[in-house]
T-cell receptor, first 116, second 115 residues
């Protein structure tokens, strides 16, 4: 079974440009999460989709970030326009179900974004 | 927001030594998790803890969920070179309407094992 995949693995852009990150969750996983790790700091939650609906977007930094999950399959995270502080590693994770006990979130390898 | 304080930030040990790392918080968590990240990969779940006081082992790894629900530790016994990586604690809280699945992570512990 394929794991969570993310594309691209690396992206280097200039300040003011637009970048779109893609995540393909494990097939059949309704829950999809985006997280970000800025260098040396903790991994921070950005948002959570259940199928195509945004369950929780409390971690999105500002309105330059737009996440979508059309059809409840893959998801995209667009940053427009990118700023220097957006640099970091963006992780996507998916899980099958949520409930009282955590259902394992399987993480993708991440996209390393560098904004110059 | 909720924060997890993880220590130490980094460790340099000899192969065969035991390792201990911990996380503390001012907030209560309902579930504690320990992840490991290898270079170029995403975090992988090592151990999950669901009840205060719970002690769980997974091979050479042992983790405990603190009685106060505000802390957890991870021990690695008899370290080997492949234990190298970044270890993260993470917590799940169901208080205050926090959505299920929203993980709060510690800053990570970078482990280096010298052969």
């Amino acid at each position: 079974e394929a794991g969570v995949t993310q594309f691209p693995s690396h992206s280097v852009i200039e300040k003011g440009q637009t970048v779109t990150l893609r995540c393909d969750p494990i097939s059949g996983h309704d829950n999809l999460y985006w997280y970000r790790r800025v260098m040396g700091k903790e991994i921070k939650f950005l948002l959570h989709f259940v199928k195509e609906s945004k369950q929780d977007e409390s971690g999105m930094p500002n309105n330059r970030f737009l996440a979508e999950r059309t059809g409840g399959t893959y998801s995209t995270l667009k940053v427009q326009p990118a700023e220097l502080e957006d640099s970091g590693v963006y992780f996507c994770a998916s899980s099958q179900d949520t409930g009282w006990r955590t259902d394992t979130q399987y993480f993708g390898p991440g996209t390393r974004l560098t904004v110059l | 927001g909720q924060q997890l304080n993880q220590s130490p930030q980094s460790m340099f040990i000899q192969e065969g030594e035991d390792v201990s790392m911990n996380c503390t918080s001012s907030s209560i968590f309902n579930t504690w998790l320990w992840y490991k990240q290898d270079p170029g990969e995403g975090p992988v779940l090592l151990i999950a803890l669901y009840k205060a006081g719970e002690l769980t082992s997974n091979g050479r790894l042992t983790a405990q969920f603190g009685i106060t629900r505000k802390d957890s530790f991870l021990n690695i016994s008899a370290s080997i070179p492949s234990d190298v990586g970044i270890y993260f604690c993470a917590g799940l809280s169901f208080a205050g309407g926090t959505s299920y699945g929203k993980l709060t992570f510690g800053q990570g512990t970078i482990l280096t094992v010298h052969p």
